[in-house]
């Protein structure tokens, strides 16, 4: 991974980890963060999903994540809610397999599925927010990681 590759990514990221705050700043406590579609943080919306869907585009076994991500930012909750409902449960469900695979990271796991009893406790905002993050820190870790190693090889050539 490049410094220009690993910047885009970590820039992705981050807008990832600060649309959920964002949001909450300047809606508040709303019904789910698709719900910001019809506001004007409708653009940070489209602008940040496409971003993290072509992202995951690019990593390996986040295809299906991906494509479930772009097609509910296409159809939105207003127009189109149950479809946009199933895709987004979809895309939730199919972040899992992909860290799963990964053993050195599985642990990240535990805090992605307590986003489930968060979302029926507090409201699906709440619970989209901490998976949000807890995806969001997983990818960190990983490219860093990555960014780290290819760091480590040039230097040791």
């Known amino acids: 991974m490049d410094k220009r590759d690993f910047i885009y990514r970590l820039f992705v990221i981050i807008m990832g980890l600060l649309q959920p ?4 700043i300047v809606l508040g406590d709303i019904d789910s963060i698709s719900s910001s579609w019809n506001t004007v943080l409708q653009p940070l919306f489209i602008c940040v999903n496409a971003m993290t869907s072509y992202f995951f585009f690019s990593a390996h076994r986040w295809g299906m994540s991906s494509v479930l991500l772009l097609l509910l930012t296409a159809f939105s909750i207003e127009s189109f809610p149950i479809f946009h409902i199933i895709l987004a449960i979809g895309f939730f469900v ?21 986003c489930i ?34 760091v480590n090889r040039r230097h040791s050539l």
Do not use: N, Q
């Not at 705050?21 to 909450?24: G, Q, R």
């Not at 199919?94 to 307590?114: G, K, M």
């Open 21 to 24: 705050i964002i949001i909450l």
């Open 94 to 114: 199919t972040c899992v397999y992909p860290i799963y695979r990964l053993e050195r990271w599985r642990y990240y796991l535990i805090p992605y599925l307590f």
């Open 117 to 150: 009893p968060i979302g029926l406790d507090y409201g699906l905002f709440w619970g989209e927010f901490w998976a949000i993050w807890v995806l969001c820190s997983y990818h960190a870790h990983i490219v860093i990681y990555m960014y780290k190693i290819g």
